[in-house]
């Protein structure tokens, strides 16, 4: 599999309101194909966002997906702002250029982030070990993560809803 260099192609959904942060690792060649988080059609992601939210993500188009985060607070982004990556396979990432996480926060009411996964919980900390104590790593959505499905997955996730209000 060929190497990857990507500077992240899409922006951060975010917004003054915001409560919580989501933040995945890289985006998927999928996403990049696509111009959008979570793309590959086996992420879980939009799938579980509907389970808890009660919405209907998986048939909205990108604009809706981003008008219903925001309606519930959610901003959404990815820890690695730029790195060397093979495929789309978290472990295969090199030469990582945090995203500036510290940034999102001042410009909203985020207190609270949760990482999708284990690399993104790895950047984050290692670049912003004082962000840390507002931050809980979550069970991947990623196909990759085969050990959960949507409603095992939606239990973990579920402490999200608790920081919306």
């Not at 995945?24 to 939009?46: A, T």
């Not at 607070?73 to 995203?99: F, H, M, Q, W």
Request: proline share 5%; net charge neutral.
């Amino acid at each position: 599999m060929q190497i990857r260099h990507i500077k992240h192609p899409f922006g951060v959904i975010l917004n003054e309101n915001c409560r919580v942060l989501i933040l995945g690792s890289v985006p998927s060649v999928k996403s990049v194909e696509h111009n959008f988080y979570y793309m590959h059609p086996q992420n879980r992601f939009w799938k579980l966002m509907g389970v808890l939210l009660d919405e209907n993500f998986e048939d909205a188009d990108i604009s809706t997906r981003k008008q219903l985060l925001l309606e519930h607070r959610i901003a959404l982004y990815d820890s690695v702002e730029e790195c060397d990556i093979e495929g789309s396979s978290d472990t295969k990432i090199k030469n990582v250029i945090p995203s500036d996480v510290p940034s999102f926060l001042a410009r909203s009411q985020i207190r609270h982030i949760f990482c999708n996964g284990a690399a993104s919980y790895k950047y984050l900390k290692m670049f912003y070990p004082e962000l840390c104590a507002i931050t809980v790593k979550l069970p991947s959505t990623s196909p990759a993560n085969a050990k959960y499905d949507v409603q095992s997955l939606a239990k973990e996730w579920a402490v999200i809803l608790d920081y919306l209000r």
